[in-house]
Each structure stands twice: as structure tokens, then as C-alpha cells.
């Protein structure tokens, strides 16, 4: 890849800044089964240079389990009533100024209730960045509702997903660019298409990721991908855009994930590869996107 294709990195940080100049996430993450998935989120975006990593917790066993796993995150417990229609909106749990960009889905569980969570926030007032990821993805009966919106939807469905969603996705690498541009004209949203070679596109411009290998293809992978997507916006959106700059920034966070899969996978080897390795060479992967570290070796 020539360095006119690499993602634009994000804004550095003033040396007097605080929290909420590194960007607040709000996530919505994690289930009494998939507890995983919310700690890995948490992780991830913490380790994305985040500053305030908010959780949203559905199920109150997340209130024991994420601490010991994830003790910087604060967690909100989301009464089961706010799901029920006219029982209000987040503000009652969660001041809206204290996110810059959102995230939900991975891990909350394929039900009523995570449709009705994902209904609440798309009919929300909140206009920045808004990904949506996993089971959030399910939940949408019609994706053309994305367009509807004041948030500035990113998606970051798998091919299974993609087909849920209407959009079959084939195994070959014009099939995968025709499939994410055809996700992307239909919801409105910029589609970060999973996989050997994610696709990134609003719809217009489009872009295909060179780094990762087959030791992704595991378990807990994209959970990792949505948190550092989320603190990535959340940067952008702290530091004065606005939007966030969807396109760019799916970008950038495809592209580091995979370089922290191909620094794990180096040292670890691909078939030893887990998803919370890719967390712990986040730092590693951030820096060489930066220009500050070295390849890793293969």
C-alpha cells in the first residue's frame, strides 16, 4: 500500500489536555452470556487512546464482571423500563453531553430487547458518529431506517450480517466491493465490510484493507474492532469535527486492527491468536501507523 493509501491518523492530543479532549465513548455492549464481548470493547476503545469509556449495561451481572476485567470503565445500569415505549429517553440515565460518539451492539443479544435499545437510540436526537455492530445489526428489520437518523451511521457488518441485511456477500474480492457499495446506497451509512480484505465505503469512495491475516478469524475480533472504531470517532469529534469523518476513520481503525493482528501473529503465531492479543499490540500497531515503530517481522 503507498503511503497516498494509508488512513489519515487521527489529531494528536495538546499537551494540556484532559478526558474529554481524548473523546468520550458511550457503549452499549455485553449480555449476562456475552460478557466478553463488553469487556472487549471496553478494552479496546480504552487502549485506542479513548479517555472515558462509558458502559452501558443492560444485565446487572456486567456490574460484577467488568470491573475486575476493565477497572477504568464506568458503567451505567440501564433500567429494563427505558426499553418500554413512553418510559422516556437516555437522558435520564446518561447526560448526552457525556459521549462524543456511541456504539451498540456487540454482545447485547439477539432479542426484543436489543431491538427495542437500537429503535430508542436511532430515534434519538444524537448527530455524531453512531456505530453500529453485531446484533445491533440484527435487530434492524428494514436497514433502509439508517437513513433516517440524525446520527452519522457507520455499520460494521461480517458477510452473514450483510446478508441479513439484504445484501448477500460473495467470496471474491469485486463481489466483496460491490456488496459493501450496495450496503452503503442502501442505508445511507459508511459500511466497514468485514473480513480477508475489509472493505471501507460510503457509497462513493471505497478502499480495501491490505494488513491482518487468518488469525483474526476469531472469536471476539470485531468486538475489538467496534471499540477501537468508537474511541477513534470520539477523538475526532473532541478534537472540532463534527462528523467524526466516518470514511477516514473506519479506515484507520481496519487498518491498525490489522496491524495488530499481524504483530500478535509474529510473535504468537496465527493459530495462537486471540482476540484480546490484538488489544495488547494496540499500542505497538498505533505507533507504526504513526511512523514511530517498526514493521512487525514475519
Not at 429503535?119 to 458518529?129: C, D, I, M, Q, T
Not at 481496519?254 to 490484538?278: F, K, M, P
Request: net charge negative; glycine share 10%.
Amino acid at each position: 500500500m503507498s503511503a497516498a493509501d494509508e488512513p489519515k491518523p487521527l489529531p494528536p492530543l495538546p499537551e494540556d489536555a484532559h478526558k474529554g479532549r481524548a473523546g468520550r465513548a458511550l457503549c452499549f455492549a455485553g449480555s449476562r452470556t456475552m460478557p466478553g464481548a463488553a469487556i472487549l470493547v471496553a478494552r479496546a476503545a480504552q487502549r485506542a487512546g479513548a479517555g472515558l469509556v462509558t458502559l452501558v449495561c443492560r444485565d446487572a451481572n456486567l456490574l460484577n464482571v467488568v470491573p475486575p476485567a476493565s477497572p477504568e470503565t464506568v458503567l451505567v445500569a440501564l433500567d429494563d423500563d427505558w426499553l418500554l415505549d413512553g418510559a422516556g429517553d437516555l437522558a435520564r440515565w446518561v447526560d448526552p453531553r457525556e459521549s462524543h460518539a456511541r456504539l451498540a451492539g456487540p454482545g447485547l443479544g439477539d432479542d426484543k430487547r436489543t431491538a427495542r435499545l437500537i429503535g430508542k437510540l436511532l430515534a434519538s436526537e444524537f448527530a455524531g458518529p453512531l456505530v453500529l455492530d453485531a446484533d445491533a445489526l440484527n435487530a434492524l428489520e428494514e436497514p433502509e431506517v439508517l437513513r433516517d437518523t440524525a446520527a452519522r451511521v457507520v455499520i460494521t457488518p461480517h458477510p452473514g450480517e450483510a446478508a441479513r441485511l439484504g445484501v448477500p456477500v460473495p467470496d471474491d474480492a469485486d463481489g466483496r466491493r460491490n456488496a459493501a457499495r450496495a450496503l452503503a446506497e442502501r442505508t445511507g451509512a459508511v459500511v466497514c465490510l468485514k473480513g480477508s480484505g475489509t472493505v471501507v465505503t460510503d457509497g462513493e469512495r471505497e478502499w480495501v484493507n491490505a494488513t491482518g491475516n487468518a488469525g483474526m478469524a476469531t472469536a471476539g475480533s470485531g468486538d475489538v474492532l467496534a471499540g477501537m472504531l468508537v474511541a477513534y470517532l470520539a477523538r475526532r469529534v473532541a478534537s472540532g469535527d463534527p462528523t467524526g469523518d466516518p470514511f477516514e476513520t473506519a479506515r484507520l481503525a481496519a487498518h491498525v486492527h490489522g496491524l495488530a493482528g499481524d504483530y500478535a501473529a509474529a510473535l504468537l503465531g496465527a493459530d495462537a491468536l486471540v482476540a484480546s492479543d490484538l488489544i495488547a499490540f494496540l499500542p505497538q500497531a498505533q505507533r507504526r501507523a504513526a511512523g514511530e515503530e517498526p514493521p512487525a517481522e514475519s
